[in-house]
């Protein structure tokens, strides 16, 4: 996206939505293997039985990191000064996720504007799963 | 009661290496659609140097090593019992394929909330790459589910 279209972000615009498929155990398996975050609650139903859950569940950061492409599919990735989370609930096997934003703020400095987004991940049945924000440095 | 004097210990420093192949697998894991971030062409084609790292995949620098969770052994956490409670990025420069980048950490704050019924530790670390430039800074924060 061309740098003008960006700079037409106003306070309360909403960035496109991104829909995940369904969380499959492979997603979760295959995440523990690239992220090298292999807490067996991620995946071996017997630890997560023993740790008091009734599942496996979903890597945290797994969740983040489909939020983040929400960011970078609008933003360039290098005017993305900061991004948190936080992580509200569990995220389950067959949740069926959106992530969104918002710009909650803009803040011109000279020939830069920051924007401040909020950032939220739900599932199909309204449960948040994690709230986030970002912050977007664009030179004009 | 966690032991409060472990605020500020700090950990070996790490050294990883930034594989493209790695890249391209993490790419592939979280599911991202921009060729960016697993096509060399073309990110060379749009003006980065090669495969660009995804804003969360420092995640995966901290896992590089024996004992990941070494800090949650020192303070006598059971690994069942934590769920990632806050993730926190500040990004200075870009990494790329091929980067060896540098990780230091420490554990932050140890603290309670809900009249004690909830721990929360947090865990910092900052990432230099080969070029000593900081790159970025993290703040994890895990959460004891007190069972």
């Known amino acids: 996206m061309i740098l003008n279209e960006l700079n037409n972000y106003q306070i309360g615009d909403e960035i496109p939505s991104l829909n995940v498929k369904p969380i499959t155990r492979s997603m979760l398996a295959s995440y523990a293997g690239a992220s090298g975050d292999h807490n067996p609650i991620h995946i071996d139903i017997d630890f997560a039985k023993k740790s008091g859950l009734a599942d496996v569940i979903a890597h945290g950061m797994l969740v983040m990191s489909f939020l983040a492409q929400a960011i970078t599919n609008i933003f360039p990735q290098d005017s993305i000064k900061k991004f948190d989370a936080k992580f509200i609930a569990i995220t389950n096997i067959n949740d069926i996720l959106t992530c969104k934003g918002k710009v909650v703020d803009i803040k011109s400095e000279g020939s830069l504007k920051k924007l401040f987004l909020e950032l939220l991940v739900f599932d199909d049945s309204g449960e948040k799963k994690l709230s986030g924000s970002a912050t977007i440095e664009l030179i004009l | ?147």
């Open chain 2, 1 to 147: 009661m966690l032991d409060q004097s472990l605020m500020g210990k700090t950990y070996p420093k790490i050294i990883f290496l930034v594989e493209k192949q790695r890249l391209k697998f993490f790419a592939k894991a979280t599911q991202q659609s921009d060729p960016l971030y697993f096509d060399e062409d073309f990110a060379k084609r749009n003006g980065h140097p090669t495969i660009l790292a995804p804003i969360t995949f420092l995640t995966t620098v901290g896992y590089e090593q024996e004992k990941p969770y070494k800090y949650l052994q020192d303070l006598g956490v059971p690994i069942g019992n934590i769920l990632h409670a806050k993730q926190e990025y500040t990004y200075y420069e870009p990494i790329y394929a091929g980067d060896k980048l540098q990780m230091e950490s420490k554990i932050g704050k140890i603290y309670e909330k809900k009249e004690g019924t909830l721990d929360f530790i947090s865990f910092i670390s900052n990432y230099k790459n080969q070029k000593d430039l900081l790159v970025a800074e993290s703040v994890s924060t895990v959460v004891i589910r007190n069972k």
